[in-house]
């Protein structure tokens, strides 16, 4: 058992505990609350406004740091990092900053490196799929029509879609980017209906994916990809401009 402030808690909660508070932090940082540059307050007040151990809260700025969102130093304190040192295709960093409504540059260049990544790949697994590639990728679609991307079984399926497309390229440091990519597949997913139901049926374009790459027609399947990449970030309420 932890005593935290008068309060006993145990271990297993300080443990769930200290993620609240990076996620709290985190939304904090991505969305503009906290400035590069800023510091945090320090370890103890930090702790005792937030009613928490010292343990938790340093536990949860190692979470952040990790994530490069922050830097601690001795005799200068946590200090909030430029957003250029942040890992920003860390799932929980995407989700974070799509928390609140991103800013219009950050949309857009995600969106934008999804067509770089994602376009090249579908060429690449046009002329590199396996049938076992193909199989699991028209899995993920019926999956995905069934759910539809307003479940979580549909999102996963889509996600699964976009994995086995760059798992098709063989090439294992495109392969690497996986998580990244679902990741930030699932958050756009998830901000487009936030408010609305999605304006349209996605399935087709991920068909049309698919058909390229099963046909070993390099240029379409890139073509095709370019497209439901477009149309995707079309589908997305675009947020007020700001830079940060």
């Not at 945090?40 to 937030?50: D, H, R, W």
């Not at 942040?86 to 995600?110: I, M, Q, R, T, Y």
């Not at 549909?154 to 994995?163: K, N, V």
Request: hydrophobic fraction near 40%.
């Amino acid at each position: 058992m932890q005593a935290t402030f008068g309060r006993v808690r145990p271990a297993s909660k300080v443990l769930r505990l200290h993620g609240t508070i990076a996620r709290d932090l985190g939304i904090a940082i991505t969305s503009g609350h906290y400035q590069p540059g800023d510091l945090l307050v320090g370890e103890v007040a930090s702790s005792v406004k937030l009613e928490v151990s010292r343990t938790a809260y340093r536990e949860a700025v190692r979470i952040l740091a990790a994530k490069g969102l922050v830097e601690s130093k001795p005799k200068v304190g946590t200090k909030i990092s430029p957003r250029s040192k942040w890992n920003l295709l860390d799932p929980d960093v995407l989700a974070w900053s799509f928390e609140g409504k991103p800013d219009l540059e950050l949309l857009e260049s995600l969106f934008e490196l999804r067509d770089i990544v994602e376009s090249g790949a579908a060429a690449m697994a046009a002329k590199r799929r396996t049938p076992a590639h193909l199989d699991a990728m028209r899995d993920a679609l019926e999956r995905m029509a069934h759910h539809t991307l307003a479940t979580e079984a549909g999102r996963q399926s889509d996600q699964d879609f976009h994995r086995w497309l760059l798992e098709a390229t063989g090439n294992p440091y495109i392969i690497s980017l996986a998580t990244g990519v679902q990741a930030a597949v699932n958050t756009t997913t998830v901000f487009k209906q936030r408010d609305r139901p999605l304006p349209r049926d996605p399935v087709p374009d991920h068909m049309a994916v698919f058909e390229a790459v099963a046909d070993g027609n390099p240029a379409r399947a890139a073509r095709e990809m370019s497209t439901l990449i477009r149309l995707a970030l079309e589908d997305t309420p675009v947020p007020q401009h700001t830079k940060r």
